[in-house]
């Protein structure tokens, strides 16, 4: 079945997620790309020109995106290049607890206003259809809203120990993890942030 909900992602929800394809010589390409859940069998991506990723999407119309939440794998594929060996015929990772094949439907130029950044022209985005679903092992898409309320809550607990710049930090750091998780948190981590922001507003902080 090519239900998302299987792998815990939610309509209109943005998940981290890898990317792999086909290069034009044969060999296979990863990069770490945000993945928009708009159905339970259709998702988005926006994806900047210049990459790789986006080259190989529109020749192929396809791609295979890989769920996991693996640190060295996001970390070796945003640096440089993920060795031909870490992946499967298929073009899947070989260590990922699961994955799915997309099929390209629509793309079209975009901007969104509320992002950071704001170059005209830059970004394709491309709406496409999940042709299969592959579960090797239990595993939830990684959504980075939660790292961000953790973090938050980390720092509430530390600001009436800190001094004024360090208070002025922590609320920079809520400001942007608020954005974040405004952005692409589930109910609950959007709804942790709102309970946050009221004990600062309480503390008389403008956050
Ligand atoms: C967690 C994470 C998410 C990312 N999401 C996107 C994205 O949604 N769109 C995009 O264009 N780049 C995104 N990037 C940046 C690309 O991964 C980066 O530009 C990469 O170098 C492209 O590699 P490529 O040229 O092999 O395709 C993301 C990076 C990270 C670390």
Known sequence: MNNLDLIGMEKGRQYETIITTKNKDGSKNAAPIGVICAGNDKIINRIFKGSHTLDNIIREKEFTVNITHDSELFTISTLGNLPQDYFNEDCS?????????????KLTEAIKQSDPIKKKDEAIVIKSRVVDLTIKENVQALNRAFGYVIETLTNFTRFDLVDETKKE??????REANRVVL???RKEDIKAMQEIKKELIKKGFEP
Do not use: P, Q, S
């Open 93 to 105: 990772i070989k260590t990922v607890k699961a994955y799915f094949k997309c099929e390209v439907i």
């Open 169 to 174: 930090e922590y609320l920079n750091h809520f």
């Open 183 to 185: 952005k692409v948190g």
